[in-house]
């Protein structure tokens, strides 16, 4: 009889994973390749299970099929085919019944994937490409929980009878309506999403993740799909620690993308390969992964605030700020990239005690950023909650990590249960006499980067 791994093999599943982010500390200067920002993973992960689409004999389908079960209306058919002069593959959504929104992150992400794996894999391109299936599963701290559930107890914390939660728990919207929790959503599914791809189509020889050079490949493409749908304005951060983890980032040169043609344009599918394999060393980030640590007993904690914050039009408004002003701006940015490297220095080198002393000095800079360039990096809402929050015994540090704004709030905090509780009871009690809703999460940091996991795990969702 064939247990669950025969099973898998028989149908060519695969199942990949990369985490979250937080920026803790260099948001806005890790734009510019002259600084560096402290990033770190999260133990809130994306997962993409992908398996062969099974036909009865006789029939031929040319179709890849993403689903995103947690949520409504979350099921696109593509077809594709490869375009001519080298255009690589071009993926069309397919409409059949109700219409459904466009996943702009995922389409984007099968063009430059499936036309580098037919570039780089030459018997693939003979045979063409078998239809597949890729299944999204997120783990439930991306996106808030509808508000009545809010405080219903977790799988591993249930009593009184109630349901447990399921690990990867349906929010009941549409994607488009679901509320995100920063943690890097888009970031971490294109990475899973290209990883997965690349580990279903591609033989170990062309591809293996568990390598170097396996990671090396998977970042440069999912960092040329992720730009590309998110229109070219990130550092590109959320994406290399997708990839490798929390590390301490610099960007690559942007120009490196200047002359990549589009999808399906004339040369597509060798220009992309051969940028991503990157024969020339062309790419020039730099991500160190032995400049993070953290001490012993210490964790990183997320607050999810409920209120949303307008990343791309703060970002264009410091940079307005800063082609205003280049000298200020220029102080203004080692200050604050010597207060990211302390921080990192702190944090590795154990010295708990000083953590606060740290974080400090570098939100009092954040804010002056926010003041000078009129955006509001660490509003006055969130200065206040900061500054009690600091005060509960437990708390090291706190931070608006990334590019600030409403949204959400870092906690460095001693890692055990007393603390969490005054931690949870500080928010609860916040909330109530703020009339805002702010709830701790379960994510942690954690230093880990992309993976392949058992597919064992997965077998409720095997075809
Ligand atoms: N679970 C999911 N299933 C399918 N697509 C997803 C999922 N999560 C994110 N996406 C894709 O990523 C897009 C969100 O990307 P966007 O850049 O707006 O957010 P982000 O900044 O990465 O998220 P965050 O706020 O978590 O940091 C969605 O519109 C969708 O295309
Ligand atoms: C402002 C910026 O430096 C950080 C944005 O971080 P976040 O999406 O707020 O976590 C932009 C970037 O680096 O991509």
């Known amino acids: 009889m064939a247990g669950p791994r025969d099973t898998a093999e028989r149908v060519g599943a695969v199942v990949v994973s990369a985490p979250g982010k937080v920026l803790l500390a260099g948001g806005y200067i890790v734009l510019d390749r002259k600084h560096s920002g402290l990033v770190f993973g999260l133990s809130a992960r994306i997962h993409v299970l992908a398996q062969e689409i099974r036909t009865s004999e006789g029939v031929h389908l040319s179709e890849i099929v993403v689903q995103s079960p947690q949520f409504l209306n979350a099921t696109w058919r593509y077809g594709y085919h490869l ?45 063409g490409l078998k239809p597949a299936s890729l299944l999204i599963l997120a783990d439930n701290d991306y996106y808030s929980k509808p508000k009545q559930e809010a405080e219903r107890p977790s799988s591993s914390s249930s009593a009184g009878g109630e349901p447990p939660r399921p690990r990867f728990r349906h929010f009941g919207t549409t994607l488009r309506d679901a509320h995100k929790t920063g943690l890097g959503s888009s970031a971490a599914l294109v990475t899973s999403l290209t990883a997965a791809l690349l580990s279903h189509y591609l033989p170990p ?19 040329v799909a992720h730009c590309s749908a998110q229109g070219k304005i990130g550092s590109g951060f959320d994406v290399a620690s997708a990839v490798y983890g929390s590390c301490v980032y610099r960007r690559f040169s942007p120009s490196l993308l200047a002359r990549l043609p589009g999808p399906g344009e004339a040369g597509f599918a060798a220009a992309l390969a051969a940028l991503v394999d990157d024969g020339g060393g062309l790419w020039d980030c730099e991500i160190r992964k ?31 700020w800063r082609d205003a ?42 804010r002056k950023l926010g003041r000078d360039s009129g955006v509001p990096i660490e509003p006055d809402s969130q200065e206040a909650m900061l500054n009690a929050l600091e005060k509960v015994e ?26 969490e509780k005054r931690v949870r009871e ?22 880990e980067g992309v993976r392949k996991e058992d597919v064992d795990e997965f077998k409720l969702w095997l075809h």
């Open 83 to 127: 375009v001519a002069n080298g255009g690589g593959i071009k993926v069309t959504q397919l409409q059949s019944g109700a219409p459904v929104d466009s996943n702009h992150f995922v389409e984007t992400t099968l063009n430059y994937v499936l036309s580098y794996i037919v570039q780089v894999d030459k018997d693939r391109s003979a045979h």
């Open 205 to 223: 020889s062309l591809f293996d993740l568990t390598t170097q050079e396996g990671k090396r490949v998977l970042h440069n493409l999912a960092q």
């Open 290 to 320: 032995e400049l993070v640590g953290l001490p012993p007993g210490v964790a990183i904690r997320m607050c999810d605030v409920d209120c949303g914050t307008q990343t791309v039009s703060m970002v264009k408004k410091v940079h307005e």
């Open 325 to 366: 002003n280049p000298e200020a701006v220029a102080g203004a940015y080692q200050g604050l990239q010597a207060r990211v490297d302390e921080l990192a220095r702190v944090l590795r080198e154990q010295r708990t005690a000083e953590i606060g002393a740290v974080m400090r000095p570098f939100r009092d800079m954040m």
């Open 394 to 419: 437990g708390v090291y540090g706190t931070v608006v990590p990334g590019a600030g704004g409403y949204d959400a709030a870092a906690v460095v905090m001693r890692d055990d249960a007393e603390t």
């Open 426 to 447: 500080f928010l609860r009690e916040w909330s109530r006499t703020n009339e805002i809703q702010v709830r701790l999460m379960k994510v942690k940091g954690e230093t």
